[in-house]
């Protein structure tokens, strides 16, 4: 079974400067994707960023990028320039290639300092 | 424009009762999913469609039963609520499990059920 790991969890950050947030996960399979997906306090679940694992090419969505590692299982996120509205938690989240399975990892918490 | 909407937004009743959360998505997708997210803010996915078809079904208690009308509806019925019931429930919908660039899950607004 495959299972996802955020071992912060809880970061900050400083208005304007730059967080990564660290996810590691476990499947046996070559082919899947990842996401990243934030909730504010509004606990809408909000898309943030996905990766194709066939692809190797870093995902960037404006300010978010990501740093996929494939052989090391690692899969981070980096927000550049944070934003207030940027505080959340934020979940990494594995979806195997034949999308029957959604798994999530525990979250980060991010604030961020004005 | 509510993409995927949920009702109510907030449930408070009393253990032994049975109660309903509804979902819709306007979006055409074809699969559709409940995840309960605990106190800690632990996400877990407790059942997923496919046009009206149980695809997904996790280890939940069967007081948890999903019901889909027509492949814009979800809903979850709750027998004999009990303490442990109580967590943020959301309602998420994708489109087919297989296509391309269609794997990306939109969620509703979650529904906060308390039981007491």
């Known amino acids: 079974a495959q299972t996802v790991t955020q071992s912060q969890p809880e970061m900050s950050v400083q208005e304007a400067e730059t967080v990564t947030l660290s996810c590691t996960y476990d499947t046996s399979e070559s082919d899947y994707y990842l996401f990243w997906y934030k909730q504010p306090p509004s606990r809408q679940m909000i898309l943030v960023i996905r990766q194709e694992a066939y692809k190797q090419q870093n995902a960037t969505e404006n300010r978010f990028s990501v740093n996929f590692q494939k052989a090391a299982k690692s899969f981070s996120l980096k927000i550049s320039d944070s934003q207030l509205g940027d505080a959340a938690m934020y979940f990494c989240?594995?979806?195997?290639?034949?999308?029957?399975?959604?798994?999530f990892g525990p979250g980060t918490r991010l604030s961020v300092l004005p | 424009d509510t993409a995927v909407s949920q009702t109510p937004k907030y449930l408070v009743t009393q253990m032994g009762n049975d109660k309903s959360i509804k979902c819709e998505q306007n979006?055409?997708?074809?699969?559709m999913y409940w995840y309960k997210q605990d106190s800690k803010k632990f996400l877990k996915i407790m059942f997923s469609?496919?046009?009206?078809?149980?695809?997904i079904n996790e280890t939940v208690p069967n007081r948890f039963s999903p019901k889909s009308p027509d492949k814009a509806h979800l809903n979850l019925h709750i027998n004999s609520l009990e303490l442990g019931d109580s967590a943020v429930y959301f309602c998420?919908?994708?489109?087919?499990?297989?296509?391309?660039?269609?794997?990306?899950?939109?969620f509703g607004p979650g529904t906060r059920l308390t039981v007491l």
């Open positions: 998420a919908s994708s489109q087919a499990l297989l296509a391309e660039h269609t794997d990306t899950q939109y």
């Open positions: 989240v594995f979806r195997d290639n034949y999308g029957q399975n959604f798994v």
């Open positions: 469609y496919n046009n009206k078809e149980l695809i």
């Open positions: 979006l055409g997708h074809d699969t």
